[in-house]
């Protein structure tokens, strides 16, 4: 099919009797069959291998310049860009992971790899666990571990009960969501070590020798061309900016939004259009929206067709919204700041019930 074909979206055809027939597994039948009609799901694996290329020069440029100004203070500023380039390499392998590079599972497998371990150090199979089950039931208290109790609670039950330190955490995390982001590049290479541990010995293998070659790379390189202090410091600004860049990305995409469990009668019944629409935020912008979000502003559309290649997301976009649209189904879509407002809403309120205890 051609670009030009792509670049112009037909509207889905009428989902007729989808909505009256009572049964939800149809409503998304429909649109799937009008997705593949327009070739949405056919890899660009061409657009792929030149944003790979783009990325890997980015990132060979900094770490030349890294090599040619050497232990000078004016190399920090080189962590901004680094960390910027950094998530861009996350993206790629995230899409990997996905399917949405290639249509051999081998090839994806090598990216994924490359990007997600060599590169950046953290695990591209604990990643892809986890995701694969965040995806299969998004905002499930039960279900998704993106959902789980951790340092932050998103719901009121894991909420009550919580005292000492973790209270605390639970009553400020709306003010401490984009601080803690900071760990984040640190919490994935800590996740990723402790997952070796669930592998299989092959896979084990695999990923404990990519994720020590990322590390003694890394060291290397600060250890070499800056003082042991300024290379501390380069770390700290990398690993956060990096970190941060994620969090921005990640968090407007479903924090606010339908939280089903178990005890939800009518969540249980949902079909997979409403349990990936009703959980999922999408968030409006230009194109440099979807480059700083690596596509992930158009979050029920991955949500609904994960191995969809990303550029093809926009373009899928008025599909689903009109088919949404004939079924009376509510589709989440604002602006950046309102999102990130939305999504810190939602955290407060969830620590509300713990401020008035302590107040």
């Known amino acids: 099919m051609s670009q030009a074909a792509l670049a112009e979206p037909r509207p889905a055809a009428p989902p007729a009797k989808a909505a009256g027939t009572g049964s939800r597994g149809s409503e998304f039948a429909p649109l ?20 790979i290329a783009v990325n890997a020069l980015a990132l060979a440029a900094i770490i030349t310049a890294m090599v040619l100004i050497g232990s000078s203070w004016w190399a920090l500023l080189l962590a901004v860009p680094l960390g910027v380039f950094s998530a861009r390499t996350a ?7 996905h399917s949405q590079i290639s249509g051999s599972r081998r090839v994806n497998r090598v990216i994924g790899v490359v990007h997600a371990n060599l590169l950046l150090g953290m ?6 666990d986890k995701h694969n089950r965040h995806h299969a039931n998004p905002n499930h208290l039960e279900k998704d571990p ?17 005292t000492g330190f973790k209270a605390w ?24 070590f402790k997952d070796l541990r669930r592998q299989a010995p092959r896979e084990r293998a695999v990923e404990g020798i990519t ?33 941060l860049h994620l969090g921005l990305a990640f968090a407007p995409n479903h924090k606010g939004m339908e939280m089903p469990d178990s005890h939800d009668t009518g969540s249980e019944r949902w079909g997979h259009l409403r349990r990936q629409v009703l959980t999922s935020r999408n968030i409006r912008g230009s194109a440099l929206t979807d480059w700083f979000l690596g596509g992930l502003n158009y979050q029920i559309e991955h949500h609904l067709f994960p191995s969809m290649p990303r550029p093809h997301l926009r373009l899928a976009q008025p599909l689903v919204r009109a088919h949404c649209r004939e079924l009376g189904i509510s589709y989440a879509e604002t602006g950046v700041v309102d999102s990130y407002r939305q999504a810190l809403r939602h955290l407060r309120e969830v620590g509300e019930p713990l401020r008035v205890e302590f107040d």
Do not use: M
């Open 91 to 97: 993206f790629i392998g995230h899409d990997a992971c």
């Open 123 to 128: 695990s591209a199979a604990w990643w892809t």
């Open 32 to 51: 799937l069959r009008t997705v593949k009609g327009q070739g949405l799901l056919e890899k660009r694996t061409g657009r792929y291998a030149l944003g």
């Open 146 to 162: 993106d959902v789980a109790p951790d340092v932050l609670v998103f719901a009121d039950e894991h909420a009550v009960g919580r």
């Open 211 to 243: 994720l020590l070659l990322h590390l003694a790379a890394y060291v290397t390189l600060l250890l070499t061309t800056l003082t042991v202090g300024q290379a501390l410091l380069f770390a700290l600004i990398h690993q956060g900016l990096f970190g």
């Open 169 to 192: 955490l639970t009553r400020h995390q709306a003010w401490l969501f984009f601080p803690l982001c900071l760990l984040e590049g640190l919490n994935l290479k800590v996740n990723g």
